[in-house]
């Protein structure tokens, strides 16, 4: 028998059950659509192990409480934590011309016409402007490691240092 087959046997009130169940459905998922569940804030732990100085520095921030971590934007690498010589890249890097693209992908430019400070940025071509140029202190002010960032080839690697919670972050590149 399917749902809509007429039977005897079934109370008259039934459909308008159904009807309820479907409207509460519908409305749960509308507001899922809308707001979206809350996220959990993303684990960061595995980085921070050594990127200490980023907890807490705004992009990161951010993003960590919208459930969005490292591994996100940089792939889970695997490798590059597990190398204590600090040799290999993590899986993804971002030459200047790849940010804005990147981050466009989930803030769309329509969204952030709203924006004022964003007008001149969207006027010119996408990946002229650097979106972390006024979003977050997310460089590294000091180098130990130059890796290509489009190829991940190792360009230079001068000794080794730890990062420190205060180690300095957020200069020009
Ligand atoms: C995977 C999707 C994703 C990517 C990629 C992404 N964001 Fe976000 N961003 C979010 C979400 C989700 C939030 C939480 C608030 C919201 O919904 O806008 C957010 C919040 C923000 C905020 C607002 C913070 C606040 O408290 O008002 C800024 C600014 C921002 N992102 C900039 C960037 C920049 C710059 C990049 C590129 C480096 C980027 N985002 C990449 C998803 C993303
Ligand atoms: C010239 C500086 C500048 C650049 C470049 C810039 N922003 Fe912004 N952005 C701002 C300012 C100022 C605000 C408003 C204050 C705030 O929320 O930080 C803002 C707000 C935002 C917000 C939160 C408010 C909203 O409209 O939802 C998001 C998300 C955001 N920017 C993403 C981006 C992304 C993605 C890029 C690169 C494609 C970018 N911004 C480039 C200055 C800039
Ligand atoms: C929303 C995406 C996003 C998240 C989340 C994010 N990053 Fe980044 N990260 C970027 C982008 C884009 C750049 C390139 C910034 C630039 O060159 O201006 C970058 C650059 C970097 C750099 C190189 C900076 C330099 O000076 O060249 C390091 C180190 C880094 N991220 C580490 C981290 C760590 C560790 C976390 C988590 C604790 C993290 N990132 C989370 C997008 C992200
Ligand atoms: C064992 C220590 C260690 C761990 C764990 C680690 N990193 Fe790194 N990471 C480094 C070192 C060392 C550098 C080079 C910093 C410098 O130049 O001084 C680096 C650089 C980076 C950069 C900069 C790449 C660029 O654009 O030049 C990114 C991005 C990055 N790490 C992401 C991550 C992410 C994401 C995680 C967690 C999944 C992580 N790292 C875990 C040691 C580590």
Not at 7 to 21: K, Q
Not at 60 to 65: G, K, Q
Not at 81 to 96: F, H
Not at 129 to 145: D, F, I, N, P, Q
């Amino acid at each position: 028998m399917t749902w809509d087959a007429p039977s005897a046997n079934r109370p008259r009130s039934r459909p308008r059950n159904r009807n309820r169940l479907f409207l509460a459905v519908l409305a749960l998922a509308a507001g899922c659509l809308l707001r979206g569940p809350a996220p959990k804030p993303a684990d960061n732990s595995y980085c921070y192990v050594c990127h200490i100085n980023y907890k807490g520095e705004k992009l990161t921030r951010s993003h960590e409480l919208a459930g969005i971590g490292c591994e996100k934007c940089h792939g889970e690498s695997d490798r590059h934590s597990a190398d204590e010589d600090g040799l290999t890249p993590p899986e993804v890097m971002y030459p200047k011309a790849r940010i804005a693209p990147a981050c466009m992908a989930c803030h769309p430019g329509s969204r952030l016409a709203n924006e004022k400070a964003h007008t001149p940025m969207l006027a010119e071509a996408a990946g002229s402007a650097a979106c972390t140029e006024c979003h977050g202190k997310h460089r590294l002010a000091v180098r130990t490691r130059r890796w290509d960032k489009a190829t991940g080839k190792l360009l230079a690697a001068e000794g080794v240092r730890m990062m420190q919670e205060n180690s300095p972050a957020g200069s020009a590149r």
